[in-house]
């Protein structure tokens, strides 16, 4: 058990730190109940301790929504920075709806072409040489190399975890999140939410309940239109990856009404035609 | 004064640098949809190989050469390129080849492929012209690829050459237990000028494939009719038993197929009824410490039996002794003898694990390919190296083990290495 357990670290050891920058960039909305702003509830319920559990679950998902509309598409940058300053660049062409991501390499040329699907807990990589789409494991690597199928098509933080709000300040509401299940990559999450704002300013995750794993930092909140108001920028770092560093670049989040068949396999090996 | 200003120039500009070094630059309008695109790689191989001298497949090959070891040297460029014009587009993927061993130095250009798209709605897909279809849920083995060109287990990522074909698809998107759903169907003609390496008869060749995502689990099938090969129905499957486990199944069963084997002994060609059943089952695991497992079992209702590999092996090297004698020998060796997988069962197993010893970039791995019939094996230990920009690197060493008359112990090499460089631009 012990030996399984220290596997299981190793291998999130071993990511650089992008792993899960992704993870963190796609939240895409879920809407809430009603209409109203949240942060006020979490607020009050911050005094009752019976009720802390389910309104900082409605303050997740205000996030959610405020980080992303509930369908849209966007270009990200993944920069890989390694303790020699030697960079490796990924830029993803991605798509949102619902339970279902798709995402596209744009660059660099060995990655090209090559999708990803997820639909719900199923996920499915096409490769143009290989000129079919097969299905693969989650927590298998997309593309070689650094980057994770969960980390890159990752769903809302409300569907993977529950939220305990834990403390706050003047500035900022601090969530202890907990994984649903065993699916996710990391046990759990402790995310810095800016009071303001309604977006995580800071998220550290741990493997284990105190064994901590990334920091995530959010930054250069832009407004991207259509009222999304978001970092643009989010940088990782590793206690357990001493050098590297990640560094993913939003660009273009736009809500979209997108069809369901542009999350299907027949679809994949065009889903860069959507842009 | 001088010195002082040349100091606050330096300070100036390694601020400037330090603060540059964090400023990353996001463009986006060099990812935005272009009328053209092009794109594709650039590779040489060397490979050093310790011939299997009395293999029959050396001697079916090459009944004029005695070398005990020899180099080949391999160049292959591959160029994709798109061009759009809504709602249509032309793909292409021209294939340019060289190859320079001891027993010839040969080039070849051809499209592999070169079609054109429509779509009529965003759930309709028309394609005409020269495709490479790629049908079955296998890694190493694909029962069910009915329109396909045989591919290599060794290789099973690489660009194979398609055939012209008239195609069009209908996908749906479900929120119910049918999550997803697509029908798709086929014309293959095959004439004296078109296709003419799909089967002997010409024919307009029909295949239809539909597919369902239900309940979370792929599930396909398959039909061929037409006269250059036989009736062929099939269905396959995959799915996801837990985030890292995967498993996946093909079965084929195919109408009065025939295979040729070795003639008789007045040197006619003789063919006999095959199996008609081809099994395929496997399954992907991804281990705890990063190491990615696909195990298939292929059963290949299609492959020659112990005593006909034998038979096959003997008339090969009696071959040496009598050239001529018996020329249905050697067409029928290079081709199906000299298959990839020329008998029943099979077992494959690849294990390739990311960053081992901690070096980012690094794949490394073995590939076993077990014939279960004769316990004749080839294992293909491989490492690969992605460090450098648009550049891939590749070492492999194949052995082959097997004693005579054996599918492995008959091939050309008893070893080889290689080394391959692969640009991408």
Known sequence: MIFAHVLKMWRLFMRPAICCIAAMAIVPAVAASDGSTLQDKAQTSNSETSSDAIDANELLREIDRNMQPPSFEMYRKLINIEPDGRQREYVLYTIRKDDRVAAVFLDPPSERGRSTLRRGENMWLYVPEVGRPIRITSLQSAVGGVFNNSDIMRLDFSDEYTAELTDKDDTHYILDLQARDQTVPYERLKMWVDRDAVIPSRIEAYADADLLIKTLDYSGIEDFGDGIVRPSRLDTTSPLQKGYRSVMLFSNIRARDLPDEAFTLGFMPRVGELR | MIRPCCLLLSALVLFASMVAADEFVFDIEQYERRTWEVGGHLEGTAE???????????????????????????????????????????????????????????????????????????????????????????????????????????????????????????IRSFSGPIQAFSLSGTILPVTGDINDDFGPENDINLAVRSYLLYRDTDIYFMVRHGDSRPTAFGTAFSRNLADNFEIHGEFAWFDNREIRVAPDADNVPVTRKADPFDLLAGLRYLSVAETTWIVEYYRNGAGYTGSEIRRMATLARENIIFPGLDRGTSRIGRSEFGAPQPMRDYLYVRAMHNEPFDRLYTRAGATLMINLQDGSASIIPEIVYTGFTNLELRGRIAILTGGRNTDFGERLNRWRTEIRARYFF
């Open chain 2, 48 to 170: 050093y190989l310790r011939a299997n001298r009395k293999s029959a497949v050396y001697q079916l090959n090459f009944p004029d050469e005695n070398k005990k070891a020899f180099e080949r040297y391999q160049g292959n460029l591959e160029v994709s390129g798109l061009y759009r014009s809504e709602p249509f587009s032309l793909h292409s993927l021209l294939n340019v080849r060289y190859r320079d061993d001891i027993f010839e130095t040969r080039s070849d250009i051809q499209f592999f492929q070169l079609y054109a798209t429509g779509e009529p709605t965003l759930r309709t897909n028309v394609e005409v012209g020269k495709r490479a279809l790629r049908w079955g849920t296998g890694y190493a083995f694909n029962p069910t690829a009915f329109l396909e060109r045989p591919k290599d287990p060794v290789d099973p990522d690489l660009s194979r050459e398609g055939f012209i074909i008239a195609g069009t698809e209908y």
